[in-house]
């Protein structure tokens, strides 16, 4: 017995399987992100005393901050949430320079303010993380 094939009806069986497939193993990815609130790639702020720049690491829950305290000045890193409620606070030190990152994973999703102050000084960045949900089918 001969089976022949048309290319129709392979299309066919083609588009089918993967109509299947993609039924069968989409599922639903989760991420967070970091966004500033008026979409910046990066904010800094410049004065004779301090010079302060914050972004987001990309594809992360991460905020780089980087900021020359050539006063030497203590220098304080506070994170408020909408209701200007304190729910991170890191003292960084007096060193005339910082680089450092700050993990904001475990904070749900809503409106932030980073701030960083000195004595004399402050500068206040908005910021807010989202969830967000995309769909992906996989191959196996």
């Known amino acids: 017995m001969k089976t022949t094939f ?9 588009v089918a399987a ?3 497939a993609f ?8 991420a967070q992100s970091v966004q500033f609130a008026d979409n910046a790639a990066i904010h800094t702020q410049t004065s004779d005393q301090f010079k302060v720049a914050v ?17 030497k000045e203590r220098v304080t890193v506070l994170i408020k949430n909408s209701n200007n409620e304190v ?3 890191k003292a960084v030190g007096n060193a005339p320079i910082f680089i450092g990152k700050f993990d904001v994973s475990k904070m749900t999703d809503g409106n932030y303010t980073m701030v960083i ?24």
């Open 23 to 30: 039924t069968l193993f989409a599922g639903n990815a989760s």
């Open 117 to 140: 102050e000195s004595k004399n000084q402050s500068y206040s960045n908005p910021f807010s993380v989202q969830t967000y949900q995309e769909r992906i089918a996989r191959a196996l």
């Open 87 to 89: 729910v991170y606070k």
């Open 55 to 71: 972004f987001p690491v990309e594809n992360s829950l991460l905020m780089k901050v980087l900021f020359e305290n050539p006063a």
């Open 18 to 20: 993967f109509a299947l």
């Open 6 to 14: 048309t290319s129709t009806s392979v299309m066919r069986n083609l």
